[in-house]
């Protein structure tokens, strides 16, 4: 009896050194990471991804590159697809155009993958949007304009699967305009573009995206400064001048933006998960990152990896109640 209390102690003191041993570090990164985009070169996920990707290298500790790969089909889907199928090891990580990579979850598209089971480790940043227009060739001068004509317009835009036209498809329903959507465009740059040469009357931008595009020096950037915005979706003050959605009456609609959420493969063992997630968290709070953020009007909104989990789920239940509308609008652009 003795001997068995005896080893019955041992047994339960072992358990408890066993328990409080530290946990092994993990041996993570063993090999350079790619960093995917979704979307052609130019655009707003371009440009924050590969300014990222050297503060992300420095935080899980510099021995290997982060490298930036441009992605883009199907609306976005291509890159998340890649990445859902990857293996889980942390080896890739993507940039996601929160809520428009659900969209084709939300409206029961086939995708290759599920963003409710995403591996997510942070957020980046959040923007809003602006609606623009041509100033020398656009049909419409104002929103007022747009409203009144019986006209219908036209709408350059890359396609369902991204966050701009979730946000034009409930934004132009909710003011009672029934647009054509002209899609394919591979990023926000080309389908501003679009607009310039007279593909279409007006797009939405993201207001990060519009002011990069409109004070840019570069030369063969040159045509974006005949961009001109009409209006802009927000409770505040417009930035621009412009009517608000928010003065309209509509201040339901202020939530229409997107958030730059990032993402690694569904199943990636714990401690590779935290290891990326706390190396994004202390990169895009680098205050170097912060103020370029800033400067070139991306400012971040960063949030950790469980209430950049919890923000998933929020924006999938908003959205999911304009399925049909969603998945009408999908329907006319094919």
Known sequence: ?????????????????????????????KKNITFLIAYGPGGGFDTITRKLAPYLKKNL??????????????????AAAFLAKRKPDGSHILMFNMPGHAMPNIIGEKAGYDV?????????????YVIVTSAS?????????????????????????????????ILWNALGVSPKYITGYKSSSRYALGVIRGDGDL????????????????????????LKPILEITNGKSEFGVPTTGEMGKKDLAILGGDRIVGT????????????ANALYKSITDPEFVAWGKKVGRPVAPLNSADATKLVGELFSYYIKYKDLLAASNKKTR
């Open 116 to 128: 409710r089971k995403i591996d997510w480790l942070g957020r980046v940043a959040q923007f809003r």
């Open 1 to 29: 009896m003795f001997s068995r209390l005896i080893a019955g102690v041992f047994a339960l003191s072992s358990m408890a050194l066993i328990a409080a041993a530290p946990a092994k570090a993990v041996d993570f990164p």
């Open 61 to 78: 500790g510099g021995k290997v590159n982060i490298v930036a790969k441009n992605l883009p089909g199907g609306r976005g889907k291509k």
């Open 137 to 169: 060739k656009g049909k419409y001068k104002s929103i007022q304009d747009v409203l009144k004509t019986k006209n219908q317009i036209k709408i350059p835009i890359t396609g369902p699967g991204t966050t701009g036209y979730l946000a034009s498809t």
């Open 265 to 276: 493969t569904p199943g990636t063992p714990k401690a590779i998960k935290d290891k990326l």
């Open 203 to 226: 797009t939405i931008l993201a207001k990060g995206s519009f002011k990069k595009y409109v004070s840019s020096k570069k030369k063969k950037r040159a045509a974006f400064k005949d």
